[in-house]
């Protein structure tokens, strides 16, 4: 019976850590889903890396280009992760990682 209180104990911080996670809204990545290259196509991408979060969709229309973006966490800390995409061809052009973080001076 001490043996399974002891493997509980090491397995709760993991459950709180899942617990939290589901909580936050936010889907956990980790560096290998981002397989993406340039020259695929958005649905390659959308089947790679799930359906984009409309609040980081944005278009622009005078470059002929759109981007899609996800957010997830490394470590604890969030990420966004955008992907530029040709609009005529709907082919990627680039991507990046950028931290979420905001800083605001009100001064």
Known sequence: MFRHIVQFKLLL???AA?????CSGMEI???QHFR???GMSKQEVISILGPPDPTL????PRRHEFSYGWTFHDIGEPYNFHVLFDAEKETVRSAMIVPFRVIVDFH
Not at 18 to 22: D, F, N, R, V
Not at 57 to 60: E, G, L, N, S, V
């Open 13 to 15: 911080p993991l459950l």
């Open 18 to 22: 899942m617990i939290l996670a589901a």
């Open 29 to 31: 990545r980790t560096p």
């Open 36 to 38: 993406i290259q340039s």
């Open 57 to 60: 969709t944005i278009a622009f």
